[in-house]
């Protein structure tokens, strides 16, 4: 499945919060989810935290699909 996720990094702590399907309908996309992350965006070090917790969070392999250098992404969930 492929979420849209965007990425507030800097923050002070971590968190995965799923903005309500009612807000956020949009064809091909299984929901829209803010993540929060400790890391700077440098390096790759929000990338990887936040792979980290969304494998955590939904409890299967994620990666990232595009969106790499942005706050926006598409994340695939593997089945």
């Keep these: ?3 849209k996720v ?3 990094p800097h923050a002070n702590e971590q968190s995965v919060e799923k903005i ?3 807000l956020f309908l ?3 996309y299984e929901g829209l989810y803010f993540v929060k ?6 390096g790759g070090e929000a ?6 917790l969304l494998r955590k969070h939904f409890g299967k392999e994620v990666r990232i699909k595009s969106g790499f ?11």
């Design 1 to 3: 499945m492929l979420i």
């Design 26 to 28: 949009e064809g091909g």
């Design 37 to 42: 992350l400790k890391s700077a965006p440098v």
């Design 6 to 8: 965007k990425v507030k």
């Design 69 to 79: 250098i942005s706050k926006n992404k598409i994340v695939e969930v593997k089945n």
């Design 20 to 22: 309500p399907n009612e």
């Design 47 to 52: 990338n990887i935290e936040l792979l980290k």
